[in-house]
């Protein structure tokens, strides 16, 4: 495998050519870092968070599932500490009026003179950093004023910790267990970028852990480890990925510990993921503002507690951008180059393209009849138009594990060629063992690991 080939640009460019991603409203022009799935990368996507959930949730019998929904009571802001910290600082160019995170400086460009840093061209000048809200603010009902002010959530979060006594009580579920949930989340990012890297409005995939405290610390090492685990055991590359601890000055104000999954971007390393130990603050917080019990009580030891917290904290679009970029690949000679996404089967947004050699004489009648016999149970495609060389590498460029060809030897005898994305090798195989081949190859992989840290 090639290394450093992949570009930001590159993967921009195939997610819009082969329907990935669009920029938003995009024959208006755009709007600022808000994009759109076309319908391969909706496919991935769904892939991708079905793979979250599939290892988080259902394969695990101590974790259970929520959605919530995205208003929330204001009172839920208040408490989370939101409202009065949910802040970056910002700096305005008062030349170009360019609006620029303070901590990101270095990382950013002057609009005007993009070979310099924001402030530092030659009429630059920066104010002083003020904090700036991140969250959207939305009215509830026919009214406009303040009494009506609801907040689009910055995190899917807080809509397990209200619900924390609900689950308890209706799943029966008791400590160490965990709460997962998938959806969107809004932030008002002062400076968005990075394509899919940062945006406004995104999908989270995250876990709070609950567990008894002074066990938490365990917990907190042995979520690390999974996590990174996860993105490997989907093929993204070892050496690409890390753990990094938060320093003491880095961790958020709920936070005991808090480490990052980060992967090494062509825009360098970033964070996929974060690993927090909340602690016991945001029930504790809900407790005080609510005036409800969220503590638990055991029957067995006759204790009660609030439980802490380990929350690993994914970005859906995030993790779909890395795995586009992980698994982009270009090799053949120059005269034959191929793009090639080597993406994990499971992950793959079509597991089977059907090919007829020619669209005559059967072939493309059989090929269809392969087609109907597949689409029941996998993301198949068929494809009669141009060579099969052409075919092939439309495939390869979209990630599609096998090719099946459907030729004049297959009207004799029933078989047909099985074409490997990544090896390029072409076996014959029958029609009727297709399924079964078709099914091992696509399956997810199998986490190594237990259910909790080792004692
Ligand atoms: N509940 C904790 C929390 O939200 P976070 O580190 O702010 O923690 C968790 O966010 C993850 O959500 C990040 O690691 C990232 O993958 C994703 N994320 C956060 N902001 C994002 C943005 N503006 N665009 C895309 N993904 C984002």
């Known amino acids: 495998m090639s290394e450093s080939v992949v570009t930001m640009e590159k993967i921009v460019n195939l997610c819009k050519r082969r329907g990935f991603v669009f920029q938003s409203s995009e024959i208006y022009g755009g709007l600022g870092s808000c994009y759109d799935y076309g319908p391969l990368g909706v496919e ?14 259902t394969t695990r019998p101590d974790i259970v599932g929520l959605d919530c929904s995205i208003l929330m009571h204001p009172r839920v802001w208040e408490a989370s500490g939101h409202l009065a910290n949910f802040t970056d600082p910002m700096v305005d160019c008062k030349s170009c009026k360019g609006r620029f995170r ?50 689009m959530r910055p995190e899917t979060a807080q809509g397990i910790f209200v619900n924390f006594v609900n689950v308890v009580n209706s799943a029966r579920m008791k400590p160490p267990f965990g709460i997962a949930q998938m959806g969107k989340s809004f932030r008002n990012e002062i400076t968005p970028g ?47 990925l890390r753990l990094r601890s938060h320093a003491s000055d880095e961790l958020a104000h709920y936070a005991k510990g808090c480490g990052d999954v980060e992967y090494e971007f062509p825009i360098g390393w970033q964070e996929l993921e974060g690993i927090a130990n909340r602690t016991d603050f945001d029930l504790k917080q809900h407790i005080e503002y609510s005036g409800k019990d969220l503590s638990f009580f055991d029957d067995q030891t006759k ?34 180059r191929r793009a090639v996404l080597r993406l994990h089967p499971s992950l793959a947004p079509i597991k089977v393209a059907i090919l007829p050699l020619m669209k005559r004489d059967g072939m493309d009648a059989k090929a269809q009849e392969i087609v109907e016999m597949l689409r029941p149970h996998f993301a198949v495609t068929y ?20 090719g099946v060809t ?7 005898d029933g078989t047909v060629t099985l074409r490997d994305r990544d090896t390029m090798s072409q076996d014959r195989v029958k029609i009727d063992d297709l399924y079964e081949i078709v099914r091992k190859k696509v ?9 909790a840290p080792v004692a």
């Open 44 to 57: 991935l996507k769904r892939n991708v968070k079905e793979a979250w959930w599939r290892d988080t949730v």
């Open 102 to 151: 303070a901590d990101h400086l270095d990382q950013l460009r002057c609009p005007k003179q993009p070979s310099k840093k924001p402030g530092e061209c030659s009429e630059g000048e920066l104010t002083e950093p003020r904090s700036f809200n991140l969250m959207f603010k939305t009215f509830m009902g026919p009214v406009e004023d303040s009494a009506a002010v609801v907040y």
């Open 194 to 240: 990075n394509f899919l890297f940062r945006t406004r409005e995104f999908e989270q995939m995250e876990l709070e852990f609950f567990v008894p405290p002074g066990t938490d610390d365990a917990w907190f090492h042995y979520w690390s480890a999974r996590r990174l685990q996860w993105y490997k055991s989907y093929g993204i590359r070892e050496e690409r």
């Open 303 to 336: 204790e009660r507690f609030v439980p802490y917290v380990i929350e690993p904290s994914a970005g859906a679009d995030r993790a779909t951008l890395a795995f586009l970029v992980d698994s982009y690949d270009e090799d053949g000679p120059d005269n034959d």
């Open 383 to 402: 494809d009669q138009a141009g060579s099969i060389g052409r075919r092939y590498r439309r495939q390869d460029e979209i990630g599609t594990p096998l």
């Open 406 to 412: 459907v030729d004049y030897d297959t009207l004799k």
């Open 443 to 451: 399956a997810p992989p199998v986490m190594p690991g237990g259910l």
